[in-house]
């Protein structure tokens, strides 16, 4: 916590503001925009609501296909399955970890081919480092094809000096209490379409009708979110430039202490990009390190020290079981090698130094005994 949330919480209470919505939510929503440096923002109660509304606001519904990153949390695709649409999962590529443009480019043209093209392509910035957005981009228009970015890890991440999330049709971020900044459970849908944004308004507040009475003739949603916890939102926007720092020195800490070990590569940070480094996150060559991504976790686990692996690829899931996937080029499924090689490390901004050590030199002394 940033230590100034109980003054926009009390503020709430004291002026009797405690129903969602009310002006906690229009200053978030102000302040997010003018942070970014998009039109117009509204609060939701997650980043998922976020994205399905960005769905539903492009048409998408049961039929249609939607492109997505497979590496990424499962948050990322349900909402396609929420519009009964079907996913058409990319691979990663190894630059960034997200997106494979040539991935991409290979399922446009099969698409294409088909007569069929998507309704929407998902981005996802993973781990806080922004995908090759000139290459998608570029795709998405020559396709012309709207994409949703999916920023819930990379907000204050920013791609050749443009903010993370402003480059699709629609942004999401999302204020989980484990990202960036938090509201405990929140999101916020952006956009430079404000009429777009205006529906997404009156979508998640129940679709209700300019009536006296209650009146409904769209399907619609309670994904509004609360004044009080708009207000923690207030209080962390105003810290989110030190939750970076802070989390960017966490995971130099582990560069400098960890990169010379055999087998160990932290995930890149592209040219030109900087990232949040939301979760500091490499992979282990067990070979090379003689240790497997497994027992340095169950040796950490020892010490109560929680690590967990890279996200398990959408496409491996039992719940997406056959659906389609592009793979990175026809000798690299980027996607899973990260799966099997990768590790997330403690990366919390207030992780002290000394605890950080106690990481580090388990790990040291895991990869020591092994060698």
Partial sequence: MSGEEQKYIREAFDTNWIAPLGPNVDAFEKELATYVGVNEAVALSSGTAAIHLALSLLGVTKGDKVFCSSLTFVASA??????????????????TWNMSPQGLKKAFIDAELAGVLPKAVIVVNLYGQSAKMDEIVSLCRAYQVPMIEDAAESLG??????????????????????KIITTSGGGMLVSNNSEAL??????????????IHYQHSVLGYNY???????????SQLEVLHERVEARRRVFENYVRELADLPGF?????????????????????????GVTVQSLIDSLSELNIEARPVWKPLHLQPLFEGVAYYKHDET???SETLFLTGLCLPSGSNLREEDQMRIIDCIKKSVKLKV
């Fill in 78 to 95: 349900n909402p396609i399955l929420y519009q009964g649409a079907e996913p058409v999962f990319i691979d990663s590529e190894p630059d």
């Fill in 157 to 178: 991440s920013s791609y050749k000096g443009r903010p993370s999330g402003t480059f699709g049709d629609f942004g999401i971020y999302s204020f989980n209490g484990n």
């Fill in 198 to 211: 205006q529906k997404a308004r009156f979508l998640a507040t129940q679709a209700r009708d300019q009536a």
């Fill in 224 to 234: 509004r979110m609360s004044n009080i916890l708009a207000g923690v939102g207030r």
């Fill in 265 to 289: 590569k932290f995930m890149p940070e592209l040219e030109g990009t900087r990232s949040n480094r939301w979760l500091t996150a490499l992979t282990i060559n067990k070979e090379e390190a």
């Fill in 332 to 334: 690299e499924n980027v």
